[in-house]
């Protein structure tokens, strides 16, 4: 089960992002990161690659702004999880995924076990 989903990961073309944390949920259309802050390692997964997990190192604040649902710009402060989950939506609008954070030899190695 994942705590947030960027369209482009179910077939729609839309800068838009869905994360879910500690019942809170947030909705995010054409997110931009303002700010971030500090900086920790974590493995992450993805809903893309469900039998994955990557080490990534990424900022533990992130200032976000985008449209809510009712098309009202908002501007969010995240920290910890919350602020990782954001930046890893981001990642998929920008078209980057989790194996992009893969040393050279492990990509070599993920493209070999899952070739089709």
Known sequence: MGI???APQVGIL???????FDGIIIKL???EILSLKGA???KEGCLSFPDLEVEIKRPVEAI???LDENGTLVKLETK?????AIQHEIDHLNGKLIIDYLQFWEKVEFKLK???
């Open 40 to 42: 920790d390692v974590m």
């Open 114 to 116: 899952n070739r089709r």
């Open 29 to 31: 259309a054409n997110p």
């Open 64 to 66: 976000v702004k985008g």
């Open 80 to 84: 910890g999880i919350f602020a990782r």
């Open 4 to 6: 947030g989903l960027a």
């Open 14 to 20: 839309e800068r838009i992002i869905v994360v879910e």
